[in-house]
């Protein structure tokens, strides 16, 4: 089957494509149109059979979308495969992205870290930086409807090409889902066009048990926390994807508190018209034959006609479940009959922990809120190596009970919708008020008669505000309920549910005595709107290493030892405590916070060895010229005895050291230039090594001083030339140099030799002429002499 690559003109690949793998289109009006770039240069190939190295995945694996919804969208490699950047698109079916609205949906950044909008083709996201990856995710807002079937595509930058798929493991079709009338439709439309008001039961069914999560489920304290929402107006949100969650938000998500978040809602008033609570549950799940699922009422007008709730599952770090925005207005003027909804967990951005039971760590700075997915971290109780669907945790289902004021519906109404119509008219006729009395809204309770737990009443009050017949009574104008003191209940014992103790805080000292606290907080608080009087903290003393020094260090316990680095045969593990308290002294702490140990697996019998890809090359080993680097791959699974190569070493080049001059030794000082009187005496040393760019320049290599053998003795009247001709005198003076070359009695020495050429044309040199002993001297003592002297000592 023909495959369809296209590769993306990035700036940083332009000058490094193969020219043969390329062929441009010669349309201008294509390449020039809305984000030509990314899709103007085009090749063709072949593509493998099983070609999955690379895949594209719609979270949940849809075969169709819901107008408005949001979906997660992973790019994958799988392993040892990566790629280095990416672009990913969503065209409407049979565009070609030359024009904007060819585009169908908005992506949605989740980790900015790793994406961003394409600068010169704003629908399309692409890297950050290129570097390795082997994994990225975005959320992808379906269109609206209306806009037909819509084409997912990726690219992969692995090497210099990057490559686009028309069918396969790169591209995901999704064709818009039939309406059916009664349903939801997303996305929130800006005005909704039904009248009067609707009310709502909403449902919560949890199935977060260990049946169905088995991995680490935490059985002693599993719960689902309060439900807490509102139905509101499009302007105001209190959570959604993408944003960061609110103070409110962060307290349902780690403390399952839901008080902050239902303050911020009243805090909206105009915006909101109902705030949805339920109890919290304790354990998470139940067969519903012993508990009832937890369910609220609310209401909705064309105002406020959207609905969002969350529930926190713990412990967790900060995971929840939940809708936002869910619009109850439908495009034909009505209101939603039924809707049902699976709830998959996500993460509020403001806890980093990956188990359920992770110590608090805050996340700083506070992400975006994001679903969870199967491939967060491999010690995440959700984690799937192959990157599977998630299962819901809980099923949510909202259901109309009944419609209020006149109904503009264009849609006829079903013979359910008047039955539930008519039976909650006929609740409201319980109050036997005539209609000619007309009366004013009921005040709220007051405070209960009686202050302890003996039964008291409480009561509320209405005013008749006109009587349209005198002759009809108006009767009940005051209301009466039986009621107890705070903390009381009619039906239960105590109506103040508190969780377990959490876990003692660590001493206040670090050394000797000190004092500790734990905390735990109200579950479910009174029905009446009454303060738990229950205590939520205890505190106790503590000590910490009785015998400690100012040396000593406090640190946690171990934690878990990490997966096996092998599935099969001889592996490695590891395990990490932290530092509580460093040293009072300011040394550094001398315990062990890093523990690796050996790990056997089932043997692996005849099974391949599976190695993880190769590491970044190390630093060099030389700061300067010619080093050596290395990098290395884990063997994950195989026979410990796995002949594959698990390091690797190559030579780097830096910029060349700089080089400093070398000299030799100072020679020994030369014999005095003079055999009587002043003279000067030599000494030189030579150049080993030449500078180089950086190095330090050559010191001198010539010393001279001055030297004095003896006195000369006085020229007699004939050396100083009294007589004879000039004949003579030069016969006389020559005599007179051989005799000052034989300085020992019976030493017959040759002339001077001529002065040798100068060691260096500039910067200082020598120069040397030799004075050798006659073959036939008889004296056996007598020497070679040799003289010294500087040349060329200007500087180059």
């Given amino acids: 089957m023909e495959i369809y690559v296209y590769a993306l003109l990035l700036q940083c690949f332009v000058c490094s494509f193969v020219p043969t793998a390329i062929a441009f289109s010669e349309e201008p009006s294509r390449s020039d149109g809305f984000c030509g770039r990314i899709l103007r240069a085009q ?6 059979d099983g070609y999955h190295e690379f895949r594209l995945r719609v979270e949940g694996d849809p075969e169709s979308y819901q107008p408005g919804s949001s979906y997660r969208v992973v790019l994958l490699a799988s392993s040892p495969a990566y790629f280095r950047g990416f672009t990913l698109i969503a065209l409407k079916e049979g565009r070609e992205g030359t024009a904007a609205g060819h585009y169908a949906g908005q992506f949605q950044i989740i980790e900015e870290e790793d994406t961003q909008f394409m600068t010169n083709c704003p629908p399309a996201v692409t890297e950050t930086t ?36 028309d069918e396969g493991s790169l591209t995901v079709q999704l064709c818009e889902k039939e309406h059916v009338p009664g349903e939801a439709t997303l996305p929130p439309a800006l005005e909704c066009c039904a009248c009067g008001t609707a009310k709502y039961r909403l449902t919560f069914f949890g199935n977060w048990s260990e049946k169905i999560h088995p991995k680490d489920f935490p059985r002693r304290a599993n719960h689902w926390s309060a439900l807490i929402g509102a139905s509101h107006t499009a302007g105001y949100t209190p959570w959604e994807y993408g944003g960061y969650a609110s103070e409110g938000v962060r307290q349902v998500a780690e403390l399952g ?20 609570k339920t109890k919290a549950q304790w354990p998470a799940w139940q067969p519903l034959n012993l ?5 609220a009422e609310f209401s909705v007008d064309r105002v406020r006609h959207l609905m969002s709730f969350l529930t926190m599952l713990g412990p967790s770090p900060d995971w929840n479940v939940g809708l936002t925005k869910e619009d109850l207005c439908t495009p034909e003027c009505g209101w939603v009959q039924r809707m049902e909804a699976e709830l998959l967990p996500w993460d509020a951005g403001t806890d980093s922990g990956v188990t359920y039971e992770s110590p608090n760590k805050p996340t700083v700075p506070q992400e975006r809120i994001r679903p969870l997915s199967r491939l967060d971290h491999p010690q995440s109780p959700f984690y799937d190596p192959l990157g599977g669907a998630m299962p819901s945790l809980a099923r949510v289902v909202v259901e109309r009970i009944a419609r209020k004021g006149e109904q503009c519906n264009t849609v006829p109404d079903l013979v359910d919708d008047i039955v539930a119509d008519i039976g909650q008219q006929e609740q409201e006729k319980e109050d036997d008020a005539p209609e000619t009395c007309i009366y004013s809204a009921w005040s709220p309770w007051s405070a209960c008669s009686s202050a302890t737990c003996d039964k008291g009443r409480r009561m509320r009050q209405r005013m008749l505000k006109a009587q349209l017949d005198p002759t ?39 050394c000797g005595m000190g004092m500790r606290s734990r905390e735990r907080y109200v579950q479910q608080y009174p029905e009446d709107g009454a303060l738990c009087q229950l205590h939520t903290e205890e505190t106790e003393k503590c000590q910490v290493n009785a015998e400690c020094s100012p040396s000593s260090c406090i640190v946690t316990e171990w934690g878990e030892w990490d997966p096996c680095s092998s599935t099969c045969g001889l592996g490695m593990r590891r395990r990490e405590r932290m530092v509580k308290m460093p040293p009072l002294d300011g040394s550094m702490c001398k315990a062990e916070v890093l523990e690796v140990d050996k790990c056997m697996m089932p043997d692996c019998g005849a099974a391949p060895c599976m190695l993880s890809p190769w590491s970044d090359w190390g630093g060099c080993s030389v700061s300067c010229g010619v080093g050596m680097r290395t990098r290395q791959r ?18 780097c080049m830096l910029p060349e050291c700089p080089v400093d001059c070398m000299v030799s030794e100072w020679s020994e000082w030369s014999e005095c230039n003079k055999s009587c009187g002043k003279g000067h005496t030599l000494r030189s040393r030579m150049v080993k090594l030449e500078p180089g760019p950086g190095g330090s320049a050559c010191p001198e290599t010539v010393q001279r001083k001055k030297c004095k053998v003896r006195k000369c003795r006085a020229k007699t009247k004939e050396e100083r030339g009294g007589g004879g001709g ?13 005799a000052a070359v034989e300085e020992q009695p019976g030493c017959r020495m040759q002339p001077w030799t001529g002065w040798t050429g100068c060691t260096k044309s500039c910067g200082g040199g020598i120069q040397e002429r030799f004075m050798l002993v006659k073959k036939k ?20």
């Fill in 43 to 48: 090749t063709q190939g072949t593509r493998r």
């Fill in 130 to 165: 290129p570097r390795r990856r082997t994994r990225i995710q975005v959320l992808w807002t379906a269109p609206p409807a209306g806009s037909g079937c819509v084409i997912l595509k990726a690219s992969i930058v692995q090497k210099r090409v990057i490559y686009f798929q």
């Fill in 257 to 276: 508190s839901p008080i902050k978040m239902e303050e911020e809602i009243r805090q909206k008033a105009d915006e909101v018209l109902t705030v949805i």
């Fill in 291 to 295: 508990r009832a699922p937890p369910s």
């Fill in 472 to 510: 009809v009574a108006c009767p009940r104008t005051q209301d009466f309920q039986p009621c107890m003191a705070p903390g009381c209940s009619l039906e239960e014992p105590s109506a103040c549910m508190m969780s377990e103790w959490i876990g003692w805080s660590a001493c206040s000292a670090s």
């Fill in 634 to 651: 884990m063997l994950k699974s195989g026979p410990a005895s796995c002949s594959e190569e698990l390091e690797q070493s190559d030579k």
């Fill in 726 to 738: 000039g004949g003579k005198r030069r016969r006389r003076g020559k005599q007179g140099r051989d």
């Fill in 777 to 796: 001297a008889k004296v056996a003592s007598c020497k070679d002499r040799k003289e010294i002297r500087g040349c060329n000592v200007e500087p180059c």
